[in-house]
């Protein structure tokens, strides 16, 4: 069946600029996790929705980041006033049952590559 | 959180195994191993996971040492489009739903 996509693949914009992130997560899937990606470096966490609320935001770097599942399956990473520093890979995984279930697989789509110029 | 140590760049001959080790000597007795591949511009990819038996599927084999303290991931045929990085994870139920990755081990499979 279809994975778990995301668009766009890629995103370059200007520095002070607003930004959206798509992520599609696999059906039925019931928890959605947002993590960021940095060159040489392995993805780190930054959100984790199960359903329609965000069970952990703990990994937001600051207040110019927020994401949204409204309806509890496609969600969008909003990035405003974006820095330079906010270039990275993010990538977006979604799980069947979540609820921070031990053995519950997280699948991750391609990643959406920002640049900040 | 149990850390985990890997070394950074590992080489395998092609058709020959590869063992990627992985120490994790704070582990806990209810926290899970998990390996994760990324394969260059891709997402990681799942690849196994285990407790404290040894765990096979079709992608590789996974060995955990009796006192839990390390692990090794055994790719049994490597193939060069197992040329990736490898992700060892500790998980346990106090994380929430967050996997928690270091540097892993850049695996170069060499014909």
């Known amino acids: 069946g279809a994975g778990v996509s995301q668009t766009p693949s890629n995103k370059v914009t200007e520095k002070g600029k607003y930004v959206e992130l798509r992520c599609d997560p696999i059906s039925g899937h019931t928890a959605l996790y947002w993590y960021r990606q940095s060159l040489g470096q392995g993805p780190e966490f930054l959100i984790y929705?199960?359903?329609?609320?965000?069970?952990?935001d703990s990994g937001l770097p600051n207040d110019r980041f927020f994401a949204v599942r409204p309806e509890g399956s496609v969600s969008t990473l909003k990035i405003q006033r974006t820095e330079r520093g906010d270039s990275a890979v993010y990538l977006c995984?979604?799980?069947?049952?979540?609820?921070?279930?031990?053995?519950?697989?997280?699948?991750f789509g391609p990643g959406t590559r920002l640049t900040v110029l | 959180d149990a850390k985990t140590t890997q070394p950074p760049s590992m080489d395998c001959a092609e058709g020959r195994a590869a063992n990627l080790p992985c120490n994790h000597s704070?582990?806990?007795?209810?926290?899970?191993v998990y390996w994760y591949r990324q394969i260059h511009s891709q997402g990681p990819q799942y690849i196994i996971h285990?407790?404290?038996n040894n765990e096979t599927n079709e992608m590789a084999s996974l060995i955990i040492t009796e006192d839990r303290k390390s692990s090794t991931l055994i790719l049994p045929h490597a193939t060069l489009r197992d040329t990736a990085v490898y992700y060892c994870i500790v998980r346990g139920d106090n994380q929430g739903g967050k996997l928690i990755f270091g540097q892993g081990t850049e695996l170069s499979v060499k014909p």
């Open positions: 704070t582990i806990s007795g209810n926290e899970y």
């Open positions: 995984a979604s799980s069947l049952v979540g609820g921070g279930a031990i053995t519950d697989t997280q699948y």
């Open positions: 285990g407790l404290k």
């Open positions: 929705f199960q359903g329609t609320g965000a069970a952990d």
